[in-house]
């Protein structure tokens, strides 16, 4: 279904959208891909920086992500779950369901107002959304499972992202990490081996085109 609205914060057209993996179903609001482009062309008249809107779509590790979550939830039931680079939230939607508390993060407040206006709709009282710069984080934060996606595609990051996830491993967590198969991920990824417990291939369908994506469950044994 799609309702039409209008993201004060981004002065961007978005719909609700309804997601179904498995038994579990939520509705999330995506920005209009057509007005999205819009959007950001404006931003760049004005500041020829402006960061690209990644966050902004519905990437296939996401849904990689949701169907694994889908399939064993037993990893995220009754646990606090903290997911980074959250983009548009739909993992942390979906743990929700049967996590006891979820917190979806992501650097970009309007990433964040969007997911918290997600939230709302789905009447999620064991979630929140919040601004948080992994290269930032309080010295406090944990969760007992840490969920990301798609979060592997520059390796400028790889150093400081290894850093932090090595860091929630070490506080007893367990990462559940979804990536498309690229190859400039694959050092990323060769980095974590010795954690990983887990690991499950896909080829996601639900995006054009179709997107071969791995999803590593890693932790301290």
């Known amino acids: ?4 609205c209008f993201f004060a914060g981004m002065q961007l057209q978005t719909q ?3 997601f179904h993996f498995g038994n579990y179903k939520f509705d999330a609001f995506i920005p209009d891909a057509d007005a ?3 959007w950001y062309h404006q931003q760049l008249k004005t500041n020829e920086h402006a960061p690209a809107p990644y966050w902004a779509q519905v990437w296939a590790a996401a849904y990689a992500l949701c169907n694994f979550l889908a399939k064993r939830n037993e990893l995220i039931s009754n646990k606090t779950v903290l997911e980074l680079a959250a983009g548009l939230g739909l993992p942390s939607f979906l743990a929700a369901q049967t996590a006891s508390a979820v917190l979806c ?10 997911m918290q206006k997600s939230i709302a709709a789905n009447q999620l009282q064991n979630c929140s959304a919040q601004v948080l710069d992994w290269n930032k984080l309080p010295d406090d934060l944990t969760a ?9 595609y520059e390796p400028q990051v790889f150093a400081t992202l290894h850093k932090v996830l090595v860091s929630f491993l070490e506080k007893g967590a367990t990462i559940i990490l979804s990536t498309p198969q690229r190859l400039i991920a694959k050092p990323f990824i060769e980095q974590l081996q010795t954690f990983v417990i887990e690991h499950i291939s896909e080829t996601v369908t639900a995006v054009e085109p179709h997107t071969d994506c791995s999803v590593f469950v890693l932790k301290i044994t």
């Open 36 to 38: 999205l482009q819009l």
């Open 144 to 152: 007992e499972v840490i969920l990301l996606s798609d979060i592997n």
């Open 1 to 4: 279904m799609g309702i039409d």
């Open 16 to 18: 609700i959208q309804t």
């Open 105 to 114: 993060s992501d650097v970009s407040a309007d990433a964040v107002e969007l």
